[in-house]
């Protein structure tokens, strides 16, 4: 072909940064272990919780998105979530996959958006066989209540997720603002 | 016959010749240097913050810049009446916050005045008195106590009080 003529220099040159290129491709979007696959279904359950604005909140979708929320916790959960509102402290508590349901139902219209990111998570198995996971990050959460109100708040996450029925589902979860004065 | 050997006369004028593949090549190479150093300067050692947010008043102003020093707690400790940048959730959001109280101290607040150990602390830099109350509360192992500078603000919209000394991310250069 004209034009193509390289030497062989150049040639291993090309397949060097060509295998690279695939190795980094992999590397970042094909490897799967069980650290990702936590990590993965961490994202997962937070897009769920998540609201766009434009969504409505006491409605089907709004029932979907608990139930589908829901299926992210085990029958038997421990969820624990504190935080500071206008002045007061409170706690959304759960002992089971339908309080998780129905608290996020009841929730959810209070809301008008809500994004959430997560950062800096740290997986650790809690046996050989990596059925159990200690999972730790940041997360912050953004978005806008009923009354307009604009909030964004860290909270640093500490949660143990389990393998049930083939998915890694919660065990508890614990949100604890980053920084309180208590 | 007789030859002269004269010496010619060199040209003086300039002339502009178009760069060779080479002069690119070279140009493309220091722009890339350039170009990763900043990055890696601004990741690791001097970030660019905006500042947004009433909590530093009159220290900083609502809307403001500046640069986060990010390995001053590599080389020092945090110090009293310091400001200092936390991270807040990950690496794209941080606190900036002034350093009032270490591991072991308690503090507390009475009508406003803040006393750490029982000793009222002297805070020339807050401009609005307060009236906050808050009980004494002991700052525990590995935590360190923070709060902004504008106390006009009612205490519970105030994102201070204690927080991991793991979470210290640098100091503001200004």
């Given at each position: 072909?004209?034009?193509?003529?390289?030497?062989?220099?150049?040639?291993?040159?090309?397949?060097?940064?060509?295998?690279?290129?695939?190795?980094?491709?992999?590397?970042?979007?094909?490897?799967?272990?069980?650290?990702?696959?936590?990590?993965?279904?961490?994202?997962?359950?937070?897009?769920?919780?998540?609201?766009?604005?434009?969504?409505?909140?006491?409605?089907?979708?709004?029932?979907?998105?608990?139930?589908?929320?829901?299926?992210?916790?085990?029958?038997?959960?421990?969820?624990?979530?504190?935080?500071?509102?206008?002045?007061?402290?409170?706690?959304?508590?759960?002992?089971?996959?339908?309080?998780?349901?129905?608290?996020?139902?009841?929730?959810?219209?209070?809301?008008?958006?809500?994004?959430?990111?997560?950062?800096?998570?740290?997986?650790?198995?809690?046996?050989?066989?990596?059925?159990?996971?200690?999972?730790?990050?940041?997360?912050?959460?953004?978005?806008?209540?009923?009354?307009?109100?604009?909030?964004?708040?860290?909270?640093?996450?500490?949660?143990?997720?389990?393998?049930?029925?083939?998915?890694?589902?919660?065990?508890?979860?614990?949100?604890?603002?980053?920084?309180?004065?208590? | 016959?007789?030859?002269?050997?004269?010496?010619?006369?060199?040209?003086?004028?300039?002339?502009?010749?178009?760069?060779?593949?080479?002069?690119?090549?070279?140009?493309?190479?220091?722009?890339?240097?350039?170009?990763?150093?900043?990055?890696?300067?601004?990741?690791?050692?001097?970030?660019?913050?905006?500042?947004?947010?009433?909590?530093?008043?009159?220290t900083y102003s609502s809307r403001g810049f500046?640069?986060?020093?990010?390995?001053?707690?590599?080389?020092?400790?945090?110090?009293?009446?310091?400001?200092?940048?936390?991270?807040?959730?990950?690496?794209?959001?941080?606190?900036?916050?002034?350093?009032?109280?270490?591991?072991?101290?308690?503090?507390?607040?009475?009508?406003?005045?803040?006393?750490?150990?029982?000793?009222?602390?002297?805070?020339?830099?807050?401009?609005?008195?307060?009236?906050?109350?808050?009980?004494?509360?002991?700052?525990?192992?590995?935590?360190?106590?923070?709060?902004?500078?504008?106390?006009?603000?009612?205490?519970?919209?105030?994102?201070?009080?204690?927080?991991?000394?793991?979470?210290?991310?640098?100091?503001?250069?200004?």
């Amino acid at each position: 072909m004209p034009g193509l003529h390289f030497s062989k220099q150049k040639w291993f040159a090309l397949v060097a940064v060509a295998l690279a290129t695939a190795a980094a491709v992999w590397f970042f979007y094909f490897r799967t272990d069980d650290t990702i696959v936590v990590k993965k279904r961490l994202r997962e359950a937070v897009e769920f919780a998540e609201k766009q604005p434009k969504g409505s909140g006491f409605n089907l979708q709004g029932a979907g998105a608990a139930h589908s929320l829901g299926e992210f916790f085990t029958m038997e959960t421990d969820v624990s979530i504190s935080g500071e509102s206008r002045g007061q402290t409170y706690t959304l508590s759960a002992e089971t996959r339908a309080q998780v349901v129905s608290s996020y139902f009841m929730l959810r219209p209070l809301i008008t958006s809500l994004s959430v990111s997560l950062a800096e998570i740290e997986v650790e198995f809690k046996d050989d066989a990596h059925n159990a996971a200690s999972v730790k990050c940041s997360a912050l959460a953004t978005g806008t209540t009923q009354n307009g109100d604009y909030f964004r708040e860290g909270r640093l996450i500490s949660a143990e997720m389990v393998r049930d029925d083939g998915e890694w589902r919660f065990r508890s979860l614990r949100a604890d603002p980053v920084v309180s004065f208590d | 016959m007789t030859v002269r050997n004269e010496p010619q006369q060199e040209e003086s004028s300039t002339f502009v010749r178009p760069p060779k593949k080479r002069d690119w090549r070279t140009m493309c190479i220091r722009i890339g240097i350039i170009a990763g150093a900043t990055v890696l300067i601004c990741l690791f050692v001097l970030r660019p913050m905006v500042i947004n947010g009433e909590s530093m008043m009159p220290t900083y102003s609502s809307r403001g810049f500046t640069f986060a020093f990010l390995p001053y707690f590599k080389l020092y400790s945090p110090q009293r009446h310091q400001i200092v940048i936390l991270k807040h959730a990950g690496f794209n959001t941080f606190l900036l916050k002034r350093v009032l109280a270490f591991p072991g101290e308690t503090v507390e607040f009475r009508e406003g005045v803040l006393y750490v150990d029982g000793r009222a602390l002297d805070e020339p830099y807050v401009k609005n008195g307060c009236s906050w109350n808050f009980s004494r509360h002991e700052v525990p192992k590995g935590k360190i106590f923070v709060l902004g500078d504008n106390r006009s603000m009612p205490m519970q919209n105030h994102m201070g009080g204690m927080i991991d000394q793991s979470r210290l991310a640098g100091v503001p250069i200004w």
